[in-house]
């Protein structure tokens, strides 16, 4: 975004060839142009809702080559107080990355499914072990 930034002509607001009879101030026109164009900029980098991506961010063959990758993850998250997060909000993280697997349209290698479940019940049992001890 910044090497877009830097390229932004502001010309047409700057020196119009027509007087300008609105509102805003140029600082508002400029402002309101940058916002336009770097949406715009953005929109086309991300693609559409559903569509592939035109840079690939992370390696999902490895990332899905063991659940414990997720795990690890998972189970490092805690609250700001340093408490063990509720079993839902656990769930939740499953939750994201499966739409992260529809949002790039990536179907992970057989079993990974069920062996996620397996290793997710038994965070969750943890964390609810945890908040039942008072941890």
Not at 7 to 15: L, R, S, V
Not at 61 to 87: C, L, N, W, Y
Not at 105 to 134: F, H, T
Request: proline letters at 3%; a neutral charge.
């Amino acid at each position: 975004l910044q090497q877009v930034d830097g390229i932004i002509n502001y010309d047409h607001i700057t020196h119009p060839r027509r007087c300008y009879n609105g509102n805003w101030t140029e600082e508002e026109r400029i402002a309101k142009h940058r916002e336009h164009y770097l949406r715009t900029h953005i929109c086309t980098v991300l693609g559409e809702a559903g569509t592939r991506a035109t840079r690939q961010t992370i390696d999902l063959d490895a990332f899905t080559d063991d659940p414990e990758h997720f795990v690890s993850f998972i189970t490092t998250r805690v609250q700001d107080t340093g408490e063990v997060m509720k079993p839902i909000v656990y769930g939740g993280y499953k939750s994201n990355l499966m739409f992260l697997f529809k949002r790039y349209r990536y179907i992970p290698r057989a079993g990974y499914s069920v062996e996620l479940k397996e290793y997710m019940d038994g965070v969750k049992r943890i964390a609810n072990e945890a908040r039942a001890a008072g941890e």
